[in-house]
């Protein structure tokens, strides 16, 4: 594969977008990297790629930057003060496919989630089903869904809690397990794909990480790296979560949305569907994570 063919790169300042933007550039390929804020892209530019920001919410916008490309990656993003977020979300995965038509491009690898099989009743996951078909429908698409379970970078708040409380709290049971994955697993795998450009079609590849986890795992990982050993895990209400969420700026509509997918949790529903194998486990553990997360909490402060 010729590294000289262009390679674009969706929500490039985000957990994902960077890190694929990076491992890209390290490889030699020719990167354009797409984003909301020029400010927060210039890394990426001083790095070497192409860089262009604008709204995903514009299919005219998104043509033009992904046209000439080999291979986008793609994503949706979460505002949690949106009112409507199914509707937001909407409009942005439409504008998408559109433009991913329009430019004439071949290859696609979007970034998806587990559960995204089950049309509704799973908060923020129903969107994620909602944007498998509209790929679906897209004549000639060779398109690689990547399903990873609940991203580590998601407990980033966690240590505010933790702090301010003394217990690390949500609506998920605490004995349910979940794959978890770190988005920089998540990165090498959409990285490789989109070098590689080497499937036809639909295809779906799950991502589980290194090993489901519950919260009361992930509570107690979290409390030995903060030196707090008896750290415990509070579950919480819906309704208690919902209005938790709405306190700390998410909209009444988001905040619902999170409480919906964590009943799913709750319920079993939101599952592999492949089992864990080798190809789809993941190296990083959780353990690395949360002494990475807590070293760089302590440097910041």
Same mark, same amino acid.
């Given at each position: 594969?010729?590294?000289?063919?262009?390679?674009?790169?969706?929500?490039?300042? %985000?957990?994902? &977008? +960077?890190?694929?933007? /990076?491992?890209?550039? #390290? $490889? !030699?390929? *020719?990167?354009?990297?797409?984003?909301? @804020?020029?400010?927060?892209?210039?890394?990426?530019?001083?790095?070497?790629?192409?860089?262009?920001?604008?709204?995903?919410?514009?299919?005219?916008?998104?043509?033009?930057?992904?046209?000439?490309?080999?291979?986008?990656?793609?994503?949706?993003?979460?505002?949690?003060?949106?009112?409507?977020?199914?509707?937001?979300? %909407?409009?942005? &995965? +439409?504008?998408?496919? /559109?433009?991913?038509? #329009? $430019? !004439?491009? *071949?290859?696609?690898?979007?970034?998806? @989630?587990?559960?995204?099989?089950?049309?509704?009743?799973?908060?923020?996951?129903?969107?994620?089903?909602?944007?498998?078909?509209?790929?679906?429908?897209?004549?000639?698409?060779?398109?690689?869904?990547?399903?990873?379970?609940?991203?580590?970078?998601?407990?980033?708040?966690?240590?505010?809690?933790?702090?301010?409380? %003394?217990?690390? &709290?949500?609506?998920?049971?605490?004995?349910?397990?979940?794959?978890?994955?770190?988005?920089?697993?998540?990165?090498?795998?959409?990285?490789?794909?989109?070098?590689?450009?080497?499937?036809?079609?639909?295809?779906?590849?799950?991502?589980?990480?290194?090993?489901?986890?519950?919260?009361?795992?992930?509570?107690?990982?979290?409390?030995?790296?903060?030196?707090?050993?008896?750290?415990?895990?509070?579950?919480?209400?819906?309704?208690?979560?919902?209005?938790?969420?709405?306190?700390?700026?998410?909209?009444?509509?988001?905040?619902?949305?999170?409480?919906?997918?964590?009943?799913?949790?709750?319920?079993?529903?939101?599952?592999?569907?492949?089992?864990?194998?080798?190809?789809?486990?993941t190296p990083t553990t959780f353990e690395d994570f949360a002494g990475e997360l807590v070293e760089t909490s302590r440097r910041a402060t």
């Amino acid at each position: 594969m010729q590294n000289n063919e262009l390679i674009t790169v969706m929500g490039a300042t %985000g957990n994902t &977008g +960077s890190e694929i933007t /990076k491992r890209l550039l #390290a $490889a !030699g390929h *020719r990167v354009r990297a797409l984003g909301r @804020s020029r400010a927060k892209l210039a890394e990426l530019a001083v790095a070497g790629a192409e860089t262009v920001a604008g709204e995903a919410t514009d299919p005219g916008f998104l043509t033009e930057a992904f046209r000439g490309s080999a291979a986008v990656y793609t994503l949706l993003p979460v505002d949690v003060t949106w009112q409507d977020y199914h509707a937001e979300v %909407g409009v942005i &995965g +439409s504008a998408v496919v /559109k433009a991913v038509r #329009a $430019a !004439g491009v *071949r290859h696609v690898v979007a970034l998806s @989630s587990l559960g995204a099989e089950l049309p509704s009743g799973t908060g923020f996951l129903s969107s994620l089903h909602d944007q498998e078909q509209r790929w679906a429908a897209l004549p000639g698409a060779n398109v690689l869904l990547l399903r990873p379970g609940m991203f580590f970078e998601s407990f980033h708040p966690a240590l505010g809690m933790i702090e301010a409380e %003394g217990v690390y &709290g949500d609506s998920v049971a605490p004995d349910v397990s979940i794959p978890m994955i770190a988005a920089r697993d998540i990165s090498e795998v959409a990285a490789r794909a989109l070098a590689a450009r080497d499937w036809s079609g639909i295809v779906v590849r799950e991502l589980l990480g290194q090993r489901d986890l519950t919260y009361r795992e992930v509570t107690s990982v979290l409390g030995a790296a903060l030196g707090r050993t008896e750290l415990p895990y509070v579950q919480f209400g819906y309704e208690a979560m919902t209005q938790a969420l709405t306190e700390i700026g998410f909209s009444q509509n988001v905040a619902s949305q999170h409480v919906a997918m964590t009943k799913a949790f709750n319920e079993g529903r939101v599952v592999s569907l492949g089992g864990r194998t080798a190809e789809s486990s993941t190296p990083t553990t959780f353990e690395d994570f949360a002494g990475e997360l807590v070293e760089t909490s302590r440097r910041a402060t």
